[in-house]
């Protein structure tokens, strides 16, 4: 495989359109679409009296259209440039790429679920609300905790809400005042303490140990009086089990302050641990990580929180209640100590179909054997990677995830972000890189439940490959990575440096294709 | 399980080399905690079993399909079969945020375009890569005027959505900032350029506004820029953009809105889709990733994510907001729609949704104790019944008829219990709009 020609665009010829074979290049829609031209077949109305106001728009908007067959190629060739799921290991740390089943798609296009409105009556929607109440209960009986808020759009916004009900339950006790700290270990999510200090709180940081545990001593000489609560991440960031979890939640409760869960590594333990049993008092559950509703290149998430019995009665609205035979949902927080409504409507409604398809279709047994193989699969890679790469952690178990860091490199001429680009040219996603920032030069691996023993195989020998490169000097392979990639590597500093974040020009004008 | 790959042969293979010997030793670090027995729940499901399953519950509820006149926020559009194909490919639908450009420059090329076509359709400089939805983009917007001006009061409008208005008064409660909640308006008669002061930050006034009147931004802009005050505009029914003046023209500061119409279904209320729009000079203090263009190393045009010192995981408590998720998969859905439409489609379906809706309106208006509160309005429009709104849309939908939003659901307690919100978009036959006129001849008559 090595002697292929490494510089392909400085060796094979150069093509007059730019593509490459399979690989199209893809101008923007305001370069190739029409002002003038639409590509969906519209009756516009004869002879009605606008009730505008006098606020009809006077100037064109500068929007091109697309016939369908243009619209098609456009964002065929525009997908083709994706890296996906379906096409390869997307080992991201923390991210939890495993598979999405086509079934959980099929099932959020029923009608009756996509196509119902968030205002109609209850006595119209009382499926909806059954699968709301369904969903609730798997997740409560997987975390062992009291109740459950669905409303919140992603994990940040999950954060938000079980750190709200934190807020809300101290000033119910009269302490709002005093208690303004928030500790977070170094090793957190940076949307940790970016929620703490959006809701008027201060982060204390806490420190690591050397093994990459958060230690109680470090936890009680951080707690006082002036102490909310500890937002902890479990499975850690280093992908480690934070083995005194349980007593530190024990101090946490004993200073008066709340335990915060970042869910986002919930899906290691599913089935195996219940959170509930550990003390947490709220933690946040990524749907799209854990219950494997779709990325989608970003978006969108949910992030339901589930709450301890102390913090439950402050949950945000609307929450579902029994009347009888019915589901409603109460939507004003008058009359209850809710401490409000986070968004509009009643949350990620598509997103809690597509997870109560995954969970029905696992059982709870086949969702605890999901966790097993994920942490099976990140174990593997660890003890077969191990003695080429270097980790703080090598000789512990892992969880879902394995991270390593940049000693093994140092002196090699090669970084870990080179190491990365090399690995897209292998044909690999890389692993999450530089994060979490507790070790130096973080490389975090998190296989999930989805890869076969034939890919696990086939990605230990590629690593152990470049490793090998790394350790031989052949500096090339990764400085100018990638070279098979559509495009070679991009300069992310220019473009911070003089933003240009929209097309400025008019339809139809084309911008130089090259700089 | 279908969806595991692993044999148990492989398992077994897989411990031995690792010198384990129960799959339980991996989780030796949690043992006391951890589970003994399996917890009391089903087990897996074929996938016949769960279609059937969840076919039962989706056939508990009365979709769309029906004569349909709901909006408030959430709009029933006909959306082309190639978007929700498209939307489909494995490279968009199983693609993770976009960090790694060199094989993301799709994702990324798309979210270039769906800024580009957010800020011209907004009359804005830039636009963001999309936040959760029309209202977390509100109270994003709030948090960010707070930033730019310095300030912490915001006063809301009495027409802007009350869940809007709540979802920023609960974050505002939180971070312990002022806000001003004007009451329900459905005459559009408040007089918010009274109470502009320069200790407020920002004004948030929605047009087409929750009880569908259009609102004349012009005075307030200006209004505003005399107290050092931002405009924050919030529009509900982004198709309302393709007809009447863009908010940015107007003299808007900020533009949120919720884009579902736009290439996404109704979906019981989300994912959907926030807009949020700004001038250039503000563009540091924005929320949300954002998309821009660069070159690689061979000189050839591509797109990365940038300006992320302003985001969490850059600069964790000292961030711009928490935000990490956006809304890619319902951006691509609007982008699609969007570009099939192009401006003059745009144009077009915002003139047959008005058209529609004066139809419905000259229709509503001969029948007698049946009042029309509105001068103006886009898709969507509020009358007053002689009785309860929400009794009418209960013996309503009794009759398969989904009629309308009773503005008691939005506002209880506010003494509009006999005010109902009817939208009408292009999916409304003249039958639908005949079954909805003769239930309320009918109920006026009662």
Known sequence: MNEQPRFQDKKLPRTFSGHHGLAHETGLIFEHGREDFTGVDIDPPQNFKPRLGGLERQSPLGLPGLSEPECLRHYVRLSKQNYAIDAGLYPLGSCTMKHNPRLNEKMARLPGFSDIHPLQPFSTVQGALQLMEALSHWLITLTGTEAVALSPKAGAHGEMCGMMAIKAAIAARGEAATRKVVLAPESAHGTNPATAAALGFSVRPIPAGADGLVHPEAVAAALGPDVAAIMLTNPNTCGLFERNIVEIARLVHEAGAYFYCDGANFNAIVGKVRPGDLGVDAMHINLHKTFSTPHGGGGPGAGPVVLSSRLAPFAPVPFLRRDGEKLVLVEEKEGSQSFGRMAAFHGQMGMFVRALTYILSHGGDGLAMASENAVLSANYLRVCLKDVMSSPFAEKLCMHEVLFDDHWMKDSGVTVLDFAKAMIDEGIHPMTVYFPLVVHGAMLIEPTESESAAFLEMFVATLRDLAFSVKGGDVERFTGAPYYAPRTRLDETGAARKPVLTYKKPIGEREPPAA | ?446
């Open chain 2, 1 to 446: 399980m279908r969806y595991l790959p692993l044999s148990p042969t492989e398992r077994e293979d897989m411990l031995a080399r690792m010198g384990l010997a129960h799959i339980d030793d991996l989780f030796a670090d949690a043992a006391d905690k951890l589970l003994k027995d399996p917890l009391n729940l089903p087990g897996r499901k074929t996938e016949l079993e769960v279609e059937r399953a969840m076919g039962a519950l989706a056939a508990k509820n009365l979709a769309a399909g029906a004569p349909f006149f709901l909006g408030a926020g959430a709009y029933k559009h006909h959306v082309p079969a190639s978007v929700d194909h498209l939307i489909q490919r494995s490279e968009f639908l199983t693609s993770y945020t976009p960090y790694q450009p060199e094989i993301s420059q799709g994702t990324l090329q798309v979210l270039f375009e769906f800024q580009t076509q957010v800020a011209r359709l907004t009359g804005m400089d830039v636009a963001n890569a999309s936040m959760y939805d029309g209202s977390t983009a509100t109270a994003e917007a709030v948090l960010m005027a707070h930033r730019v001006t310095r300030r912490r009061k915001a006063l809301l409008s009495g027409g802007l959505h009350p869940h809007y208005a709540e979802t920023a008064r609960t974050l505002s409660d939180m971070a312990d900032d002022e806000i001003c909640i004007l009451p329900p308006d459905p005459l559009a008669r408040e007089d918010l350029i009274r109470q502009i002061d320069d200790s407020l930050s920002c004004v948030v006034v929605q047009s087409p506004d929750v009880f569908g009147h259009l609102r004349d931004l012009r005075p307030l802009a200006e209004a505003c820029r005399a107290k050092g005050v931002l405009l924050v505009a919030v529009v509900t029914e982004v198709l309302a953009l393709g007809l009447i003046e863009s908010p940015g023209a107007q003299g808007a500061d900020i533009v949120v809105a919720e884009g579902q119409s736009i290439g996404n279904g109704l979906n019981f209320g989300g994912p959907y889709l926030g807009l949020f729009a700004t001038r250039e000079k503000y563009v540091r203090q924005m929320p949300g990733r954002l998309c821009g263009q660069t070159f690689d190393s061979l000189g050839r045009r591509g797109f990365v994510l940038t300006l992320s010192t302003r985001e969490q995981h850059i600069r964790r408590e000292k961030a711009t907001s928490n935000i990490c998720t956006n809304s890619g998969l319902c951006a691509l859905a609007f982008s699609i729609h969007l570009s099939l439409l192009g401006e003059k489609g745009l144009r077009e379906l915002a003139l047959v949704n008005h058209a529609n809706a004066v139809a419905l309106a000259e229709a509503i208006e001969t029948i007698p104790g049946i009042k029309l509160l509105n001068g103006s309005f886009f898709n969507e429009f509020c009358i007053e019944l002689p009785g309860s709104a929400a009794e009418f849309v209960e013996r309503a939908a009794g009759q398969k008829i989904l009629a309308g939003v009773p503005v008691s659901r939005l506002s209880p307690g506010a003494g509009l219990e006999n005010l109902l919100l009817i939208a009408s978009s292009e999916i409304n036959t003249d039958d639908d709009r005949a079954t909805l006129v003769a239930a309320l001849r009918e109920e006026a008559a009662r």
